[in-house]
């Protein structure tokens, strides 16, 4: 049974950092591209960062370009989001997903297959 849980959330002040974690089980991570994705309330969920399968391929939305970083350990089944210079609008519940398509990963929602039940990050002034 595939399963994909995130830990790492938590209330942080605005400048701080995080790191995400992403456990995967009940499959082989190396076959699958991860993004990390969240949703603030009222909003739509959003892609945050994703990662091809090997790790050689990652890319960032805007908001979150030269503050967070994505990584990942096949062999460990893991992957990272460490989350520095925090503000505020990053509130929300940080989601990971798994996608078993071809090519390099993209940003959107729907072309991910498995998901995590999210962790939340409160980011206070």
């Known amino acids: 049974q595939l399963r994909l849980v995130e830990s790492g959330g938590g209330l942080v002040q605005s400048g701080g950092s995080l790191r995400l974690s992403c456990a995967a089980s009940g499959f082989t991570l190396g076959g699958y591209a991860i993004g990390w994705f969240r949703q603030a309330p009222g909003k739509e969920r959003e892609g945050v960062s994703c990662?091809?399968?090997?790790?050689?391929?990652?890319n960032y939305a805007d908001s979150v370009k030269g503050r967070f970083t994505i990584s990942r350990d096949n062999a460990k089944k893991m992957v990272y989001l460490e989350m520095n210079n925090l503000k505020v609008e990053d509130t929300a519940v940080y989601y990971c997903?798994?996608?078993?398509?071809?090519?390099?990963?993209?940003?959107?929602?729907?072309?991910?297959?498995?998901w995590g039940q999210g962790t939340q990050v409160t980011v206070s002034s």
């Open positions: 997903a798994a996608d078993l398509g071809a090519g390099n990963p993209i940003l959107n929602p729907g072309a991910y297959d498995y």
């Open positions: 990662v091809s399968n090997s790790g050689g391929y990652t």
